[in-house]
């Protein structure tokens, strides 16, 4: 890709749950500030990937290189603490807020690992979501679903990191809810931090991505471009709900 760096490269991953292989030899890459969304069945291995990519599983085979001080460095062996201070944000798909603190302790939660410059960094969290300053006060578990991803995006963007992974951002919420998610990453876009994403409601995901890839069977199926894919009637067919 011209003039963009390349900040995440998995190459050739295997990995899975014990002896249980999910991924079999799926490879990806992310350049800086882009939105790339996963797509596939259920049980493709869309989460497993992201779990490994984040260590909070391992690949039994493969490289996963992250970019660090301008070079991309091979990651597999690094604990997840490690990768938040290195610029790898992660979001699970539940049990992403703290319910009964208020959404300023969450937030400082997100600075765990490093307290300096804590108040600068809330401070721009609450430029870019101003709904969260008007409700700083308040425990998490007054807002409302599409608030709390917010929320949860904005703790984990508290250590400015380079590349954010969302783990189905949308699920579990109402229909009216999931567009305000996605303009919330698009907000996280336009902040310059890159957006790696599984998604369940496809369509809407890659009609906001740059670009996307298919995994089925824990492998790789397709790639290309957010519309690219969406006008590829198989795909349509067979993962978008086309006919």
Known sequence: ???????????????????????????IEIYENEIVTII??????????????FGLLRATSGNIDFMIDNKLTTINNFDTENLIKQGLSYVPQSDNVFPSLSIEE???????????????????????????KEKRNDPASQLSGGQRQMLAFARAMMLKPKLIILDEPSAG???????????????????????????????????????????????????????????????????????
């Open 173 to 243: 919420l109402a229909p009216n809810l999931v567009n305000s998610v996605f303009e919330t990453i698009l907000t996280i876009h336009k902040a310059g931090v890159a957006v790696l994403m599984v998604e369940q409601n496809a369509k809407a995901a890659l009609e906001r991505s740059n670009r996307g890839y298919v995994l089925a069977t824990g492998e790789n199926k397709a790639e290309g471009t957010g519309k690219s894919l969406l006008k590829n009637k198989e795909i349509a067919s067979l993962y978008l709900g086309g006919k």
């Open 40 to 53: 596939g069945p259920n049980g493709c291995g869309k989460s497993t990937l992201m779990k490994t990519i």
């Open 1 to 27: 890709m011209k003039n963009k760096t390349k900040i995440l490269e998995v190459n050739n991953v295997f990995s899975g749950y014990g002896e249980t292989e999910i991924l079999h030899g799926v490879s």
């Open 106 to 132: 969450n937030l400082e939660m997100g600075s765990f690992i490093k307290e300096e410059g804590m108040a600068e960094s809330i401070e721009s969290m609450y430029e870019l979501f101003p709904v969260l």
